[in-house]
Every structure is written in structure tokens, then in C-alpha cells.
T-cell receptor
Framework: ELKVEQNPLFLSMQEGKNYTIYCNYS?????LYWYRQDPGKSLESLFV?????AVKQEGRLMASLDTKARLSTLHITAAVHDLSATYFC???????????FGEGTQLTVNP | GAVVSQHPSWVICKSGTSVKIECRSL??????MFWYRQFPKQSLMLMAT?????????EQGVEKDKFLINHASLTLSTLTVTSAHPEDSSFYIC???????????FGSGTRLTVV
């Protein structure tokens, strides 16, 4: 059974600081997804990482994938309040089959 | 980009009644649709997977007679919560894909409150 674990589950940080969210998964997969969820809303796709060593960046967020370590990271650079949300990573063993989600990381960026 | 429309956005119903939630892929053919449930402050839990024209595959612990899923066309899947009870109150989200080469597109979610 595929398990996906995120840490930390809760993250409170100051504006301007950097931090990393980690996502570990238990079974071989070469596709990993990062999503953002605002309160009361559905998921917004951030990144799709398709191969070992993949790195993608959008604004203050950068995601990477190490399939050998079964680890993905979401790095936040110079956080701003607008980044406050819950971030989920998700993995599918076979692309287009089903997604298994991590527990989510609730990020709060304080002024 | 791919768009999935989900309706209604929110619904309040009385205990014992049934509620239908629709999920439509607007600009692509969704060979597979997924239904998730999310309780407050928790992650998404997959309820069932449906392929067009086939019976849905339910996850362990999900009552198929209570959560009826129909995927009659390549653009529409419905989830009917039958004889709803307060414990069914949750946020329901659908997702769709058109195959292994494509990612997953999520609907906007439905907040169900059973009173």
C-alpha cells in the first residue's frame, strides 16, 4: 500500500524567511504532484514532477523530486502572507490511475 | 487548460434525504473520474474511481449503496449520497483525467451539510 508522508504538518513562519516542506512516499513512482488548498476551496495545481531530478519553480516556490530517495521537497523563499494555505503532495503509482495524498502542511506566514 | 465543473458548490439537506453532486469535464473527455471526501483539517480520502460505462470501484470502507456513483458519459459523473446523515457532512471533491499522459483536474468541490 502506498503511503505518503509530509512534514511538518504545521508551519508558522515569518515573512521573508525560507523554509522547506518534505514529502516522502513508500513505493516506487516517478510522478509527484504538489497542490495548494485555500480554506473552503478545492485544490490548485502547483507542480507536476515527472522524473528523477526534476526541479520546477514558480515565484517563491520551488519543487524538486528524488525518486531514488522517494522524496520531494517544496522550498519557500522569502515567504509572504499570500502563501498562507495548506499544501499537499500526492503520488500515483501508475500515471492516470489514482492519487494518494499526504496529510497536508498547513502554512501560516506571519507579518 | 482542462476544466472540471462541479455542482452544486454547497448544499444543505435534511437527514434521510438524498443529494446528487455533478462533475463535468468541460473541454476534454474524462476516461476516469475520482471522488474524494475531505473532513475539516484533514487530507483528501479517495472514495471511488469510475471509468466511463463501467461500475465504480469503491475504496475499502466506503458503502457503495450509500454513495452511488454513475459515470454514464465521458464528460459527466455523478455522486448521489443516499439517506444522508449528519456524519456524511463533508467537502466532496471530484477529479478527472483523460489518460496516463495527462494529469488530474479537480472540481471546485461541494460542501454538504446534513441537518
Amino acid at each position: 500500500e502506498l503511503k505518503v508522508e509530509q512534514n511538518p504538518l504545521f508551519l508558522s513562519m515569518q515573512e521573508g524567511k525560507n523554509y522547506t516542506i518534505y514529502c516522502n512516499y513508500s513505493t516506487t513512482s516517478d510522478r509527484l504532484y504538489w497542490y495548494r488548498q485555500d480554506p473552503g476551496k478545492s485544490l490548485e495545481s502547483l507542480f507536476v514532477l515527472l522524473s528523477n531530478g526534476a526541479v520546477k519553480q514558480e515565484g517563491r516556490l520551488m519543487a524538486s523530486l528524488d525518486t531514488k530517495a522517494r522524496l520531494s521537497t517544496l522550498h519557500i523563499t522569502a515567504a509572504v502572507h499570500d502563501l498562507s494555505a495548506t499544501y499537499f503532495c500526492a503520488v500515483d503509482i501508475t500515471s492516470g490511475s489514482r492519487l494518494t495524498f499526504g496529510e497536508g502542511t498547513q502554512l501560516t506566514v506571519n507579518p | 487548460g482542462a476544466v472540471v465543473s462541479q455542482h452544486p458548490s454547497w448544499v444543505i439537506c435534511k437527514s434521510g434525504t438524498s443529494v446528487k453532486i455533478e462533475c463535468r469535464s468541460l473541454d476534454f473527455q474524462a476516461t476516469t473520474m475520482f471522488w474524494y471526501r475531505q473532513f475539516p483539517k484533514q487530507s483528501l480520502m479517495l472514495m471511488a474511481t469510475s471509468n466511463e460505462g463501467s461500475k465504480a470501484t469503491y475504496e475499502q470502507g466506503v458503502e457503495k449503496d450509500k454513495f452511488l456513483i454513475n459515470h454514464a458519459s465521458l464528460t459527466l459523473s455523478t455522486l448521489t449520497v443516499t439517506s444522508a446523515h449528519p456524519e456524511d457532512s463533508s467537502f466532496y471533491i471530484c477529479s478527472a483525467t483523460s489518460g496516463p499522459r495527462y494529469g488530474y483536474t479537480f472540481g471546485s468541490g461541494t460542501r454538504l451539510t446534513v441537518v
